[in-house]
Nanobody
């Protein structure tokens, strides 16, 4: 059984940076696409970024492009989300997810495995 554990969230000020980590266990995910989503109360889970097995990545254009970067370290079975120039509207619980296929997707329903989430709160 695959387990994903996120870390790195917290309370920060606008303009700060964070690096979220997601460590996988249970099996090697080097051939799987990984993604990051975020969710605020009362809203649907929102796509943030995805990365394919070979490192090809995509981020949500409208809200995070230029500030969010996803990368992975297959040797550590981990994926990361670098967030720069944080804004109060980035406040959310951030979730790591894994697909069963090599290529990323922007749709949360296409991810099989999910972590418990790490909260990020950005104060103005």
């Amino acid at each position: 059984q695959v387990q994903l554990v996120e870390s790195g969230g917290g309370l920060v000020q606008a303009g700060d940076s964070l690096r979220l980590s997601c460590a996988a266990s249970g099996r090697t995910l080097s051939s799987n696409a990984m993604g990051w989503f975020r969710q605020t109360p009362g809203k649907e889970r929102e796509f943030v970024a995805a990365i394919s097995w070979n490192g090809g990545s995509t981020v949500d254009d409208d809200s995070v492009k230029g500030r969010f970067t996803i990368d992975r370290d297959n040797a550590k079975n981990s994926v990361y989300l670098q967030i720069d120039r944080l804004k109060p509207e980035d406040t959310a619980v951030y979730y790591c997810a894994a697909r069963t296929t090599p290529f990323g997707s922007t749709h949360y329903s296409e991810y099989m495995y999910w972590g418990q989430g790490t909260p990020v709160t950005v104060s103005s």
